[in-house]
C-alpha cells in the first residue's frame, strides 16, 4: 500500500477470525478491560477434520455471499423498532438485567455482559440487511433469532471464561500470597488486599480459604484502638512461629 493521506468516514472494525484460547493466550487486563466482551465466540466441539485433498470451492455459495455483501454495501437509511419487537426487547432487557446478579464472577462478566444487548440489535439489524429484501426494520423474528444465537454464544463466552477464571485466581493467588510475605511481621490488612488485588468479596474469601488450606497463612484479628482489622500473616516468616507450627 502507498503512503497516503485518507479520510475515512464513520469507520468500523469487524474481525472474523479462527483461532484457540491457548494461542490466543488472554490476559486478566484482556478481560477486566473489555477486549474479549467486544468478541462473539464460537466454539466448535468437533475434532479436526483431517483432509487429505481440501475439496473444491462452492462457487455458488461464493457468489451468493459476493451479492449478499454488495447489497448491504449499498443499503442507506436509518433502522428503526417495529412496534411488538421493541416492547420485546424492553422485557428482554430486564431478563438480562436479572440474570446478570445470578452470575458468580460478576467482575469478569460485566465487560461482556454490558455488551449483550447492542450484539443483540446488531444481529437483528444484520439478519435483515441479510435477506432477500431488506426493509431497515427490527423485526420481532429477527430480535428473537438474535436473542437466541445471543444465549448460545454466552454459554461459548462462558467456557472460555471458566478457563481464563482458572488462570485469574492462580495469578491472584500468587499476588496475595507475595503480598503477605512482603508486610511481614505486621500482616497485610484484609482491606489493603482486597483494594490492590482488584476482585470481589466472593473471589477474596475463595483465595484466603485456598491458602490456608495450602497451610501457607494465617489469619488473625487485630485491634487498632477501638478498630479490629482482619490481619493476614504468612505461616512462617521471621521472629514469628504460628502456635499450630511443629
Known amino acids: 500500500i502507498i503512503p497516503e493521506e485518507r479520510i475515512i468516514k464513520d469507520p468500523t472494525l469487524n474481525i472474523l477470525a479462527a483461532s484457540t484460547p491457548d494461542w490466543l493466550q488472554l490476559k486478566e487486563a484482556d478481560v477486566l478491560g473489555g477486549f474479549l466482551g467486544r468478541f462473539l465466540p464460537i466454539c466448535s466441539s468437533n475434532t479436526t477434520k483431517r483432509l487429505a485433498i481440501r475439496p473444491e470451492l462452492d462457487e455458488a455459495v461464493l457468489d ?23 416492547e420485546i426487547f424492553k422485557g428482554l432487557y430486564d431478563e438480562l438485567c436479572d440474570e446478570f446478579q445470578k452470575e458468580p464472577n460478576k467482575a469478569l462478566i460485566q465487560p461482556y455482559w ?23 426494520t427490527i423485526t420481532k423474528d429477527n430480535l428473537m433469532r438474535a436473542w437466541g444465537i445471543m444465549e448460545l454464544i454466552t454459554g461459548y463466552y462462558k467456557e472460555m ?26 500482616g497485610l490488612e484484609h482491606s489493603v488486599a482486597l483494594q490492590h488485588l482488584h476482585v470481589t468479596a466472593k473471589q477474596m474469601r475463595e483465595l484466603v480459604a485456598t491458602l490456608k488450606e495450602k497451610e501457607l497463612i494465617i489469619e488473625k484479628e487485630v485491634k487498632n484502638g477501638r478498630k479490629t482489622s482482619r490481619v493476614y500473616c504468612a505461616k512462617r516468616v521471621e521472629g514469628y512461629i504460628d502456635d499450630g507450627s511443629e
Open 64 to 86: 451468493t455471499l459476493v451479492e449478499r455483501l454488495r447489497v448491504i454495501q449499498h443499503l442507506t437509511g436509518k433502522y428503526v423498532w417495529q412496534d411488538e419487537a421493541q
Open 114 to 136: 454490558a455488551r449483550i444487548d447492542t450484539h443483540i440489535r446488531k444481529l437483528a439489524i444484520i439478519f435483515d440487511a441479510c435477506s432477500p429484501q431488506p426493509t431497515l
Open 161 to 186: 471464561l471458566g478457563s481464563i477464571t482458572y488462570s485469574f485466581m492462580g495469578k491472584k493467588e500468587k499476588q496475595l500470597l507475595d503480598m503477605i510475605e512482603e508486610a511481614g511481621l505486621e
